[in-house]
């Protein structure tokens, strides 16, 4: 390997259980992907963290502008309608 | 149960998981890169998770009431019985990674086989060793296949450290007088038997890494004897002058 050229970095997701949606858990370098899901394991399911892991290179996610917050995210400051706290959760429903 | 024969059967299995575990922490704080790093300190800590159910094990036929750390910290050189591979020093990254896949392989053969051990104990101890050391060949072999087909200097470095470790592996299969009795009480495998199925997994990874298997030569140390390199007195220096500066210290 080039010195100059470090291995590129991939984002990490850990699905923590079944059932469950995989969260972003930070981020590794390695030279491709199969060695990331490696290292994805070794540094973030040391301590049974996950049963499932999803590795993506950094350069493939896009993310949004923070100059955009406003357009983006304002409009649905004034809209309390749309978030579910008009009922009340059974006690047996878990994870939601 | 006074069984000197089975003794020396589980501490060459613990003195080998609890040395090369010894050899792969001194990487920690020195791997090429930080998840490498953690990679070889997960495998560590996983041989030495053997190593203590193993020694506890050895103290109880032992009989005489030494501890996990009594076996671990207070025996010397010539009581150990670890494969001489085991202690090599760590070299550059291939070395140890090359020296790992051979071990990986031989350990995957022979805790598949201990499994159906007449010796519950020992049995048990395998399955669970077992799926820890699915990964660890997984690990060193998916290396090993890397640095070989890598570029012309990784490739000279595993081939460079394949033709000076190979001998070593002639160990593994070269049954003593403590082997076969303990094959004969199906406590563990008959070591002959154990070498086609390993030679073969280690070929597949040395094709697919395009490197050369050397020929086999006559290996110079008998580390399950107690007749070590030189390299084990400097390894159980460090490993025991804690222990043995404050004995019983814990965390």
């Keep these: 390997m080039n010195e100059n050229q470090e291995w590129p970095l991939f ?86 | 149960m006074s069984d000197e024969t089975r003794l020396r059967y589980v501490l060459r299995l613990a003195d080998t998981s609890l040395v090369l575990g010894q050899r792969l922490a001194e990487w920690v704080g020195h791997a090429p890169a930080l998840e490498e790093d953690l990679g070889l300190a997960n495998t560590s800590l996983d041989l030495i998770g053997q190593t203590r159910f193993l020694l506890t094990y050895a103290g109880e036929i032992e009989g005489r009431g030494r501890s996990e750390d009594d076996l671990a910290y207070l025996r010397d050189q010539a009581e150990f019985l670890n494969l001489a591979l085991v202690e090599q020093p760590n070299g550059d990254f291939g070395q140890t990674i090359v020296r790992q896949m051979l071990v990986d392989a031989f350990q995957l053969k022979l805790y598949d086989a201990l499994q159906s051990s007449t010796d519950r104990r020992l049995a048990e101890i395998a399955a669970k060793a077992l799926k820890e050391t699915r990964y660890h060949f997984r690990y060193s072999a998916n290396w090993v296949i890397r640095l070989g087909d890598g570029t012309e200097e990784s490739h000279a470095r595993v081939q460079a450290a394949l033709d000076s470790l190979w001998r070593f592996t002639r160990e593994f299969f070269t049954a003593d007088e403590v082997d076969e009795a303990m094959a004969r009480k199906q406590v563990g495998p008959s070591l002959a038997q154990l070498q086609p199925g390993w030679s073969a997994r280690v070929d597949e990874v ?46």
């Excluded at chain 1, 370098?29 to 892991?53: F, K, L, P, W």
């Excluded at chain 2, 050397?214 to 084990?232: I, M, T, V």
């Design chain 2, 206 to 251: 040395l094709h697919e890494a395009g490197l050369k298997r050397p020929a086999d030569a006559p290996y110079p140390w008998h580390g399950k004897r107690g007749q070590h390199s030189e390299h084990l007195g400097y390894l159980l220096a460090e490993m025991q002058s804690l222990h043995r500066a404050h004995p019983g210290a814990s965390w």
């Design chain 1, 11 to 96: 984002e990490v997701f850990i699905r923590s259980r079944q059932g469950l949606a995989h969260k972003h858990a930070g981020s590794i370098h390695a030279a491709d992907a199969s060695m990331a899901i490696e290292h994805a394991r070794d540094v973030y399911t040391r301590r049974q963290e996950g049963v499932s892991i999803w590795v993506v290179r950094s350069s493939e996610v896009t993310a949004s502008d923070p100059a955009d917050a406003e357009a983006l995210f304002e409009p649905a400051r004034d809209k309390i309608y749309r978030h579910p706290t008009f009922y009340e959760i059974p006690d047996e429903v878990k994870n939601l």
